[in-house]
């Protein structure tokens, strides 16, 4: 395996920051009339405006010669050709063959997986349309008129954030709730809003083992009952998972289980029918234009040199600044109400593939890996924590997402709004230098002494990176061409960290020793030997929930 830090392009990026430490944006600017010209992108509906970046054209030709020597090319073709480059778990990475419209042939184990990937499709784009159209009706003859997809983590948010961001395209008799969290409040809240005779559950789990989910499907099921019968659950349960096995011992009829497969990620399954939520509030024909969309982001990513690849270069561009200059946050914003589930879902894409310490070949890695990704809406973080983006002291770079077409036809509201989106841009590049401060305040008419009492507070620095992302506008299409935008970039990050973008190994530990604590809770086995902190919380809640005889219900009705 390479070593990166032994790469030349890796030490030679070492040089040039040492000057380009020191460049500030606006000079860039200034000496180069074409920048934001040169610095701009199209593919498909996205528009990428990447300018705003502390980067050079001797840069950028440096990092795309670390993308080259870090093998980024050849990885690309080892994930499109059906590989198994999640050797960990030593399986394929094939979320492209879900979206993969030529239907080419993508082999796994010799195998072709389109003629299954169709077949699913298929599947579910007849019972989308049964549900939507009114043929599937509830065990008392009604429509289904509520959707509750009970899932977590790639079995939620790439479902709730699509159904959000497309809300405009939503079917107009169908409410889709999303239910992950193990809280009873969540589900509880959710049941007192929907009707057993006209709800349909979706239960999807790739593993069908994860707790949460199948404590809420259980909870689902005995509140169906109440009021319908075993043989009723037909009509109101349908489970999307890769195992059977489970599927079917939870007592879903596995013909009505949508199937999908182990070289599908869960952060990248939206695609798979853990996207049947999208399609029965969307529509098949969204939902395969949501898969053209990705599928032209596919495309792109495989075909177009390096230096004119966007997930590639909001890849390197990310690289830069995590490696060299240190910075270890990257900030998603959206200027649009409906993307507000936009950060979260990045969040999970991202840090759940490349927050990793050891490099493919298990040794420590020497560097910085994954970001923390967060973020909000942009207009309501400029009112919140946009101030220490402002004239905080760390770099954190900004992705503002934004829609060139108006989303509303109230009058002046997008203008205000896109008004704002490049004005952040520009700020963050400029900043305010102490004598454009002074010459602000002198205008206002504030006397010498509080003007330079005042300076250095209103002044900013302003050398703060962003990247300005437009759709040209929030359809299906352009939708799933965003979210294979992020994927690539993702897995190109992890390429040149030369870690697996794939696994996700963090999350098992805290799993593994709430068993045991769940078992210390409720008193079905003798408190064990943890930390003095973990003894002393188990007993505080047993105290406060178990009897003097020491049982504890496990459900309790009343709550
Ligand atoms: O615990 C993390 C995780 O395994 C995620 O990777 C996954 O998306 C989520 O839990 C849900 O898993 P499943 O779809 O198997 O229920």
Redesign the pocket.
Known sequence: MKNLQELPAWKQLWSLFETAKNLHMRELFEQDPKRAERYWLEVGGLKLDYSKNRITDEILQGLMALAREAGVEERRKAMFAGEKINKTENRAVLHVALRNRTNAPIEVDGEDVMPKVNSVLERMGRFAHAVRCGDWLGYTNQVITDVVNI?????DLGPLMMCSALKNYGHPRLRMHFVSNVDGAQLRDTLERVHPETTLFII???????QE?LTNANTARQWFLREGSEEDIAKHFVAVSTNKKAVAEFGIDTDHMFEFWDWV???Y?LWSAIGLPIMLYLGEENFIEMLNGAHLMDQHFYNAPLEQNMPVLLAMVGIWYINYFGGGSHIIAPYDQHLHRLPKFIQ?LDM?SNGKQVTMDGKPVQYETGPIIWGETGINGQHAFFQLLHQGTHITPIDLIASLEKRSNLPGHHEILLSNVFAQAEAFMRGKTPDEARQELREQGVDEARIEALVPHKTFSGNRPSNLIMLNEVDPRNMGSLIALYEHKVFVQGVIWGINSFD?WG?ELG?QLAKTILSELTGTIPPQKHDSSTEHLIHVYRQTNCDVDGTCALFDEKK
Do not use: H, N, P
């Open positions: 899932g977590i983590g790639g079995s999807a789990s790739k593993t069908f083992t994860t989910t990620g869960g952060r399954s999970q759940e996700q999350v799993k």
